[in-house]
């Protein structure tokens, strides 16, 4: 079971125990433990990823039946095409899903990881795409996302 889905099961019986609901800090906080846990260092630069950025660039459910699914967003990303990427952003608690994570370096490069979130019980994030991108393909990333970095603290 993926993280994310981890963390929306959480926040869900929260919800019914105590009518609490989950706070987007929390939620962030979630998505980078997230992350951490499938990279432990910047695939640019080798070091570790405090300093950096990272964004939770698109997302989207493996299934075929779908006009825009996981395997579409695959295909933008291996195209290069990130505005079209960044345009996806479902997530399908009922199904394995693709999440497109970047990784934003302080070198002026960047790293596309796409995480397949699986929806079995007791199945782990894998990473099944990963790509680094140098300077040019970097700016074109950064200024095709909408506004969703955060800092790495
Ligand atoms: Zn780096």
């Known amino acids: 079971m993926g993280f994310l889905r981890e963390l929306l099961d959480r926040a869900t019986s929260r919800l019914l125990v105590k009518a609490?609901?989950?706070?987007?800090?929390?939620?962030?906080?979630?998505?980078?433990?997230g992350l951490r846990a499938l990279v432990e260092t910047c695939p640019c630069c080798n070091h570790e990823l405090s300093g950096h950025s990272y964004s939770l660039a698109a997302m989207a459910a493996f299934d075929p039946s779908r006009p825009r699914s996981a395997y579409d967003l695959l295909?933008?990303?291996?195209?290069r095409d990130w505005s079209e990427a960044a345009t996806y952003n479902e997530w399908e608690g009922g199904m394995d899903d693709a999440l497109v994570f970047?990784?934003?370096?302080?070198?002026?490069?960047?790293?596309?990881?796409a995480?397949?979130?699986?929806?079995?019980?007791?199945?782990k994030d894998r990473i099944i795409q990963s790509?680094?991108?140098d300077a040019a393909e970097t700016?074109?990333?950064?200024?095709?996302?909408?506004?969703?970095?955060?800092?790495?603290p």
């Open 75 to 79: 295909k933008a990303i291996s195209r």
């Open 102 to 113: 970047v990784i934003g370096c302080p070198a002026g490069c960047a790293a596309v990881l």
């Open 131 to 133: 790509e680094v991108l």
């Open 115 to 123: 995480v397949e979130d699986p929806y079995m019980l007791g199945a």
């Open 139 to 152: 700016r074109k990333l950064v200024s095709a996302l909408p506004d969703k970095w955060r800092l790495i």
């Open 20 to 33: 609490v609901p989950m706070s987007m800090a929390a939620v962030e906080a979630g998505t980078l433990a």
